[in-house]
């Protein structure tokens, strides 16, 4: 059975900082790749920031340079740090695991999401 707990959202003032965990169970968790994506409200999910099974990296351009994405394979977790937020940041964060065969996501699931919620 595929779970996620997921953890580190809450609230956070403008330029502050954030660490995401997700930690995985119910599959082969080294081999998927593990990402993070948002959905603000009345707005689609997107794609925050994900790390390949060999941990290369991909962002968004809204993130890059702000957040970083990282995996520990021996506890079965990826994290994503947040740093400088902004208010459009705000939103329900979840993790997401798939396991892709080129273009194609063979299979993939998803955590139950955690809020943030950035506000002066």
């Known amino acids: 059975q595929v779970r996620f707990v997921e953890s580190g959202g809450g609230l956070v003032q403008p330029g502050g900082s954030l660490r995401l965990s997700c930690v995985a169970s119910?599959?082969?968790?080294?081999?998927?790749?593990m990402g993070w994506y948002r959905q603000a409200p009345g707005k689609q999910r997107e794609l925050v920031a994900l790390?390949?099974?060999?941990?290369?990296?991909n962002y968004a351009d809204s993130v890059k340079g702000r957040f970083t994405i990282s995996r520990d394979n021996t506890k079965n977790t990826v994290y994503l740090q947040m740093d400088s937020l902004k208010l459009e940041d705000a939103a329900v964060y979840y993790c997401?695991?798939?396991?892709?065969?080129?273009?194609?996501?063979?299979?993939?699931?998803w955590g139950q999401g955690t809020q943030v919620t950035v506000s002066s």
């Open positions: 997401n695991a798939q396991r892709t065969l080129g273009p194609v996501v063979l299979t993939q699931y």
């Open positions: 790390i390949t099974s060999s941990s290369n990296t």
């Open positions: 119910g599959f082969t968790f080294s081999s998927y790749a």
